[in-house]
């Protein structure tokens, strides 16, 4: 009997086309995502590759922080929970098991953005600058 070991690997690339210069994606932050705040099909997408289990949160997406939990979850303007302040845009696809509430993620928290680009979509106008927010230019 011979023992034959088998191998496969697979290269994902992140759809960046939202992200409109280097600038600032050498300095990005780690953070923690609420998955059950974002939507499937929009922000989320699951595998369906059926050797590799691990779902996504695909990058570009607008992110605040949750005041209460210190999560982050999808930028909303109307929001009350402290995601109607906008963080910045997760920098790099985030891969999350089957099942998960919580994904660690990169956010790009300064730097330019195409609008047009972002997924789910954001309006410039919708961003009020604070202190606390992103510092992010929007083209």
Request: proline share 6%; net charge positive.
């Amino acid at each position: 009997m011979s023992i034959q070991p088998i191998s496969r690997s697979a290269t994902y690339t992140a759809n960046r086309d939202w992200l409109a210069s280097l600038h600032g994606t050498d300095q990005t932050e780690t953070i923690t995502l609420d998955l059950p705040k974002f939507t499937a099909g929009t922000h989320l997408f699951a595998s369906t590759d059926t050797t590799q289990p691990y779902s996504r949160v695909v990058s570009g997406i607008p992110v605040g922080r949750i005041t209460a939990s210190g999560l982050y979850g999808p930028f909303d303007k109307a929001a009350t929970d402290g995601r109607q302040v906008l963080a910045g845009h997760v920098f790099a696809e985030a891969y999350y098991a089957p099942g998960a509430v919580k994904c660690p993620a990169a956010l790009l928290w300064h730097g330019v953005v195409k609008a047009s680009k972002v997924p789910g979509g954001i309006s410039p106008a919708d961003v009020v600058i604070s202190s606390t927010s992103a510092q992010i230019r929007y083209v």
